[in-house]
């Protein structure tokens, strides 16, 4: 709410100039103008019912609009009560409307644009992903999680399937293209502005884990400082991250592989990685959904269920428990034991991930099986 008065008041050139705590990128400030905007016309104070439903309404939006698409891909493979019940998997789960119908987070909004890139990639379209990527940027900078996956289906797709220079110079202009438009989103704000923002939020919260349940908070690591020691783990950890995705896609025919690998990059991001925030593996639901309705594979209903259960539990404990009594909260017995249930979880998905995709090419491989 204070963004909002602050970037309609001052403008986009002086936003990140101010004497004040920002930490998003310059593409959600655009829509925050709008609110500012509407809150300035009819005199909404920061506190109104008003002010926090219109802070809230761009979320929820998204959340109905990546529902539609969810019932859009499950129609092409189901009926139309099988794809209205997986679209209300997703809308009326947990997880999803305490981020932002309740919560207010924005997390929906970097997930529709993440999705839209997927869908893209799957129907083998390339061309909008650039595009739709490069806004997800915008929006948030935990897009560049999904990045080895947009590498590889360009790898897959340019350059292992009837690869031609025509094809490969148009993706190549179309995504220099995509990067232009990015760099000039961001010129209202002040590129040097926007840049020094992107490191200063990369560089951010130096800790093991910021309560989020993990492999760090495993070991009751929660806010602690970060050593170079856990540093370079984090960084080995990334490494394999990276490595195992291309196995997984590169080892399977099965078209599933890209919302599979998208999920897997996000919950296992989240899991390993070090200065992770509990929303951070939300994209993950959405996709883990899509690899169900595009493979009817159980596993995956499976993991959508373990991974939508974990994000809502841990993004309950910091909503409604540790912000109210921090000193309780900080690091507890509870902590260390949803922390294990999610290494657990993202076990499971190395099992899935393997049985699945890796050591059989297709899906249909493991039903017959």
Same mark, same amino acid.
């Given at each position: 709410?204070?963004?909002?008065?602050?970037?309609?008041?001052?403008?986009?050139?002086?936003?990140?100039?101010?004497?004040?705590?920002?930490?998003?990128?310059?593409?959600?400030?655009?829509?925050?103008?709008?609110?500012?905007?509407?809150?300035?016309?009819?005199?909404?104070?920061?506190?109104?019912?008003?002010?926090? %439903?219109?802070?809230?309404?761009? &979320?929820?939006?998204?959340? #109905?609009?990546?529902? /539609?698409?969810? $019932? +859009? !891909? @499950?129609?092409?493979?189901?009926?139309?009560?099988?794809?209205?019940?997986?679209?209300?998997?997703?809308?009326?789960?947990?997880?999803?409307?305490?981020?932002?119908?309740?919560?207010?987070?924005?997390?929906?909004?970097?997930?529709?644009?993440? %999705?839209?890139?997927?869908?893209? &990639?799957?129907?083998?379209? #390339?061309?909008?992903? /650039?595009?739709? $990527? +490069? !806004? @997800?940027?915008?929006?948030?900078?935990?897009?560049?999680?999904?990045?080895?996956?947009?590498?590889?289906?360009?790898?897959?797709?340019?350059?292992?399937?009837?690869?031609?220079?025509?094809?490969?110079?148009?993706?190549?202009?179309?995504?220099?293209?995509?990067?232009?438009?990015? &760099?000039?989103?961001?010129?209202?704000?002040?590129?040097?502005?926007?840049?020094?923002?992107?490191?200063?939020?990369?560089?951010?919260?130096?800790?093991?884990?910021?309560?989020?349940?993990?492999?760090?908070?495993?070991?009751?690591?929660?806010?602690?400082?970060?050593?170079?020691?856990?540093?370079?783990?984090?960084?080995?950890?990334?490494?394999?991250?990276?490595?195992?995705?291309?196995?997984?896609?590169?080892?399977?025919?099965?078209?599933?592989?890209?919302?599979?690998?998208?999920?897997?990059?996000?919950?296992?991001?989240?899991?390993?990685?070090?200065?992770?925030?509990?929303?951070?593996?939300?994209?993950?639901?959405?996709?883990?959904?899509?690899?169900?309705?595009?493979?009817?594979?159980?596993?995956?209903?499976?993991?959508?269920?373990?991974?939508?259960?974990?994000?809502?539990?841990?993004?309950?404990?910091?909503?409604?428990?540790?912000?109210?009594?921090?000193?309780?909260?900080?690091?507890?017995?509870?902590?260390?034991?949803?922390?294990?249930?999610?290494?657990?979880?993202?076990?499971?998905?190395?099992?899935?991930?393997?049985?699945?995709?890796?050591?059989?090419?297709?899906?249909?491989?493991?039903?017959?099986?």
């Amino acid at each position: 709410s204070s963004w909002a008065d602050m970037v309609y008041k001052h403008g986009f050139s002086k936003f990140y100039k101010l004497d004040a705590f920002t930490d998003y990128p310059p593409g959600y400030m655009y829509i925050l103008y709008i609110i500012g905007f509407i809150k300035r016309v009819f005199s909404l104070g920061s506190l109104d019912t008003a002010t926090v %439903l219109i802070l809230k309404m761009p &979320a929820i939006l998204c959340d #109905l609009a990546t529902g /539609y698409l969810i $019932f +859009a !891909l @499950a129609r092409k493979h189901a009926s139309l009560i099988t794809a209205l019940t997986t679209a209300a998997l997703y809308l009326f789960n947990p997880a999803v409307f305490t981020d932002s119908a309740l919560w207010g987070q924005v997390d929906s909004v970097l997930t529709l644009c993440l %999705l839209g890139v997927i869908l893209c &990639a799957y129907y083998g379209k #390339l061309i909008p992903a /650039y595009f739709l $990527f +490069a !806004l @997800a940027i915008l929006i948030k900078p935990q897009a560049l999680i999904m990045t080895p996956i947009l590498i590889w289906a360009v790898i897959e797709q340019v350059f292992l399937n009837n690869f031609s220079w025509n094809k490969f110079w148009k993706n190549l202009g179309f995504g220099l293209c995509a990067i232009c438009a990015l &760099a000039l989103s961001m010129t209202p704000f002040g590129l040097s502005s926007v840049i020094s923002q992107y490191t200063e939020t990369l560089a951010s919260y130096p800790y093991a884990t910021v309560n989020t349940f993990n492999l760090w908070g495993a070991f009751n690591l929660n806010w602690e400082p970060l050593t170079p020691a856990m540093s370079a783990a984090g960084n080995i950890f990334i490494a394999f991250i990276v490595a195992a995705t291309a196995i997984i896609f590169f080892r399977s025919q099965d078209k599933s592989k890209y919302f599979f690998v998208a999920g897997f990059l996000f919950f296992a991001t989240l899991t390993l990685s070090t200065k992770m925030h509990e929303r951070y593996a939300f994209p993950c639901i959405v996709m883990i959904l899509c690899a169900f309705v595009t493979t009817k594979n159980i596993h995956n209903l499976s993991l959508f269920a373990l991974c939508s259960a974990t994000q809502f539990i841990n993004m309950g404990y910091v909503l409604f428990l540790y912000a109210k009594d921090i000193q309780k909260y900080y690091r507890t017995t509870g902590f260390i034991a949803m922390s294990v249930v999610v290494i657990c979880t993202f076990a499971y998905m190395l099992f899935c991930a393997y049985t699945m995709y890796v050591r059989n090419k297709t899906i249909k491989n493991l039903k017959k099986g």
